[in-house]
């Protein structure tokens, strides 16, 4: 992970904002520390309606999450309205996000139901064998079971 962040923040990082001459950078290179980038580039269908204020604390708190480690313990609590999309972008994009970037390579999907754990599973599976976005940018994923 820390090979991706250097080569898309370069000096940024160590806190020097002078920009370096680097690789252009690609949707696939800016959605790797952008989540929401990496919903509208490669989940079109599954995230169709605009993402609200709302929508961009979480990505902002699961990028800090992710990416930052601000919290090592990795906890993260919303109260947030029912039907809004949550559980869409923590159990089903998050994972996928991980996945595709390598950052975590064990992850625990918890849901009300373990029939709703199941099918966000599901859902993943399917994603990473079937889009074509992502395979395009990251090759075959799939799951072997």
Request: aromatic fraction near 10%; charge should be neutral.
């Amino acid at each position: 992970m820390e090979n991706i962040l250097n080569d898309l923040l370069g000096d940024k990082i160590q806190g020097n904002n002078k920009a370096s001459p680097q690789k252009e950078i690609t949707t696939k290179d800016e959605c790797a520390t952008s989540l929401e980038k990496f919903a509208l580039t490669y989940f079109p269908e599954t995230f169709f309606m605009p993402f609200n204020e709302v929508h961009r604390e979480i990505f902002a708190s699961l990028e800090d999450m992710v990416l930052r480690k601000q919290d090592r313990h990795n906890y993260f609590a919303r109260a947030i309205p029912r039907r809004s999309g949550k559980s869409q972008i923590v159990s089903f994009l998050l994972p996928l996000w991980c996945i595709c970037y390598g950052y975590h390579k064990n992850i625990l999907i918890v849901s009300e139901t373990q029939d709703q754990s199941k099918n966000f599973c599901i859902g993943i599976k399917i994603e990473l064998e079937e889009n074509e976005r992502l395979q395009r940018d990251f090759g075959n994923l799939s799951l072997k079971t």
